[in-house]
């Protein structure tokens, strides 16, 4: 064997599993198609002088595990900045909401809008937080039923005497944020930010995504210093000081099995064409699910597994990104900050969408297939934290928008309409910043289609699949799948498409490494 892993992919969870075996003493090899390892946690010059995230930017789940600390990637340039304020709302008013990690300066900044709520939203992170505290701890451990029940069971806060509490994990966020608060704007604040993993606010089942947010008053929000990549470039230089060797521009052609078990990996050279093979002990695929059953095509996989591996739901897509070199930052209307000077309000993620019934209109647009007329938003502007990121004097501004389907019910294509709803997001935004559109230098528009074709995010579904309840858990990426283990012996699964799904945590990769070290043990 020429090694005792192999890593289909570099993105973070693919390398921070790597990383966990590099440093345990394997030889592990790291095979990555594009250019640059970080899949999509990676930081790139598109512009010359601008430094734009390719993917994620918000740097927040990952703070809740022991990931960085472990793998002591701090060691290898990794550095942390603090982002506070984490998120401000402006609303069509005037007024506007700041959500800070502390508690106390959040709950003032309510009581301007509505002083009940300012109550009742200590009261919800009060109740909230032991069933925050458990869903981390689920998240962090392979999804056994011994699990669930230990944490989601015994250390929610949901047993005896709170029985009440949990039919409201039965219900879709919007409802739960709507029968919670008095106004409209603190539903639309935790709303929108419980949209990121996909499902709508009336999705049954889906409370959990807006019960997760004391959380955000406990890690708060960190961006690498100088962009989202910079983790996956410590994890880079980790595993190679441990020995471990990683492969780019080398996109993994298939997986090579025998008698049924995976053990190696034929990759392609593009410039010469020419197929190189590389065995291992054991495979690990942090690729898509979908991807990585191609990568199996022609090898023995039981029918029972393949079909559950197909039935799995991409879904349509639903987010896309513009990426803005800027003369200067948004001027907001809604607050003081004078034009030119960095306010709280570009250190923090800054929203855009004002009631959950505006959120529910864009969702609607994405069910008839169409782009949403009204796109919710974030801007992120965080050359304001990071000068970095832009030459003296400028600025970076990246928009995420919902929702954007991938396949479109007129038959256009994304590549003909980038630039018209590229225009509509900025217009959007233009709202409450009227100086936006004039101050952009140049851009990055980020479809479904390019997220596809650029991160090998099929469909432009940054999740891998679906994050809803049916698809969570022990049921992800498919029942008898969900502990790490592939579709055939000797192949093991990590990324967005296993437990506990996309966003920027690594605790696919942390957990895949630890169930891939137990069952070592037991071969040896």
């Known amino acids: 064997m020429d090694f005792d892993a192999i890593i289909i992919g570099a993105g973070h969870n693919g390398l921070i599993c790597a990383g966990y075996l590099a440093q345990a003493g394997l030889k592990v090899l790291v095979v990555e198609r594009r250019h640059k390892v970080g899949g999509a946690v990676v930081t790139e010059e598109i512009i010359p002088g601008f430094k734009f995230d390719l993917g994620g930017s918000a740097h927040i789940l990952i703070h809740h595990t022991p990931i960085i600390s472990d793998l002591?990637?701090?060691?290898?340039?990794?550095?942390?900045?603090?982002?506070?304020?984490?998120?401000?709302?402006?609303?069509p008013d005037g007024r506007s909401i700041t959500m800070y990690k502390d508690l106390d300066k959040t709950c003032e900044s309510i009581a301007q809008i509505n002083e009940q709520d300012a109550d009742n939203y200590r009261q919800f992170i009060k109740t909230w937080t032991p069933l925050a505290h458990a869903t981390v701890e689920t998240f962090t451990n392979p999804p056994t039923m011994g699990s669930l029940v230990r944490n989601l069971g015994f250390r929610s806060g949901l047993g005896a005497g709170n029985w009440e509490r949990l039919t409201d994990i039965f219900r879709g966020y919007?409802?739960?944020?709507?029968?919670?608060?008095?106004?409209?704007?603190?539903?639309?604040?935790?709303g929108w930010m419980a949209a990121q993993s996909g499902p709508p606010p009336t999705e049954p089942l889906s409370a959990p995504f807006a019960l997760w947010h004391p959380m955000y008053h406990v890690s708060g929000l960190k961006r690498p210093k100088g962009g989202s990549?910079?983790?996956?470039?410590?994890?880079?230089?980790?595993?190679?000081?441990?020995?471990?060797?990683?492969?780019?521009?080398r996109p993994a052609q298939k997986i090579l099995t025998e008698s049924g078990r995976a053990v190696g990996v034929e990759v392609v050279d593009p410039q010469t064409g020419q197929s190189e093979r590389y065995t291992g002990k054991l495979i690990a695929s942090g690729a898509h699910i979908h991807t990585t059953l191609k990568l199996l095509e022609g090898a023995d996989v039981p029918a029972p597994k393949r079909r559950m591996i197909e039935n799995s739901r991409i879904g349509n897509g639903f987010g896309m990104i513009i990426r803005c070199a800027m003369d200067e930052l948004p001027d907001y209307t809604a607050t003081g900050t004078p034009r030119g000077q960095i306010g709280e309000?570009?250190?923090?993620?800054?929203f855009i969408c004002p009631t959950l019934d505006y959120l529910d209109r864009a969702y609607g647009d994405f069910l008839g297939k169409r782009p949403s007329t009204e796109?919710?938003?974030?801007?992120?502007?965080?050359?304001a934290v990071d000068p970095s990121l832009a030459p003296p004097g400028k600025h970076t501004l990246f928009i995420w928008g919902q929702y954007y389907p991938y396949e479109l019910a007129s038959g256009e294509n994304w590549d003909e309409i980038a630039e018209r709803e590229g225009e509509r997001m900025l217009d959007t935004l233009g709202r409450y910043a009227p100086n936006v559109k004039s101050a952009v230098i140049d851009k990055l528009v980020e479809?479904?289609?390019?997220?596809?074709?650029?991160?090998?995010?099929?469909?432009?579904?940054?999740?891998?699949?679906?994050?809803?309840?049916?698809?969570?858990f022990m049921l992800r990426p498919a029942l008898t799948m969900s502990t790490y283990r592939g579709p055939v012996k000797g192949l093991y699964l990590t990324g967005a498409s296993t437990h506990p799904g996309g966003g920027i945590m690594?605790?696919?990769?942390?957990?895949?490494?630890?169930t891939i070290l137990r069952d070592r043990r037991r071969w040896f």
Do not use: C
Request: charged fraction near 20%; hydrophobic fraction near 45%.
């Open 174 to 190: 919007g409802q739960l944020l709507r029968q919670s608060f008095d106004g409209e704007e603190l539903p639309a604040v935790i």
């Open 229 to 249: 990549g910079m983790l996956t470039q410590a994890l880079r230089k980790m595993i190679e000081a441990h020995g471990g060797t990683i492969l780019t521009s």
């Open 506 to 514: 690594g605790a696919a990769g942390r957990n895949a490494a630890m």
């Open 447 to 472: 479809t479904p289609l390019y997220l596809e074709r650029e991160l090998g995010l099929l469909q432009g579904n940054v999740m891998h699949l679906e994050m809803s309840i049916d698809q969570m």
């Open 375 to 383: 796109p919710a938003l974030i801007g992120m502007t965080f050359s």
């Open 72 to 91: 002591k990637l701090t060691e290898f340039g990794l550095e942390y900045l603090d982002v506070d304020p984490l998120f401000w709302t402006p609303f």
């Open 345 to 350: 309000e570009h250190i923090a993620m800054q």
